[in-house]
């Protein structure tokens, strides 16, 4: 009879716990599946962060070129690095002027004002990265022609 209530007891806690493993197992399962659905939503969330585009207008003031050269040199061995930019002064909303500068392979001319001052159409990611610069400036404001000759 002990035997018996034994394996009673002993099959009793089998079922248990293999309901119990199963239970887990389920737990488990839905858990991961959850954890994908929800690293997919932010995924998705980060992509179209990263998509989205804001175009401000920006009022300028004396348009330049410059190339700012940077290197380091020790021991003989160096490098040196060339950076193209277009430096103009933002006009700012109080009347005050701001030294800014466009990295060239960013920026696009378009000389198609034919009254007014130059502006920038300045494109920026949701990550808040420069994606494209749009220059717009008078019609024959970009010298093309140049007269080398010396003592002219």
């Not at 018996?4 to 716990?17: G, P, Q, V, Y």
């Not at 004396?62 to 950076?83: M, R, T």
Request: with cysteine; aromatic share 14%; glycine share 8%.
């Amino acid at each position: 009879m002990k035997d018996e209530k034994k394996n009673e007891h002993s099959d009793a806690w089998e079922l248990f716990r293999s309901i119990m493993t199963g239970v887990i197992v389920l737990f488990v399962a839905n858990c991961i599946v959850f954890a994908f659905y929800d690293f997919s939503r932010v995924l998705s969330d980060v992509k179209k962060q990263g998509e989205e585009v804001t175009v401000s207008t920006v009022a300028l003031r004396s348009i330049n070129y410059q190339n700012v050269l940077e290197g380091s040199f020790l021991l003989g061995c160096g490098k040196l690095d060339g950076q193209d930019y277009y430096t103009c002064y933002q006009v700012l909303d109080d009347g005050g002027l701001k030294l800014i500068k466009f990295k060239s392979e960013q920026t696009v001319i378009y000389e198609t004002l034919t009254s007014g001052d130059a502006y920038a159409e300045i494109s920026v990611d949701g990550w808040g990265f420069t994606k494209e610069i749009k220059l717009y400036v008078p019609q024959d404001t970009i010298q093309t022609e140049y007269d080398f000759g010396v003592g002219n």
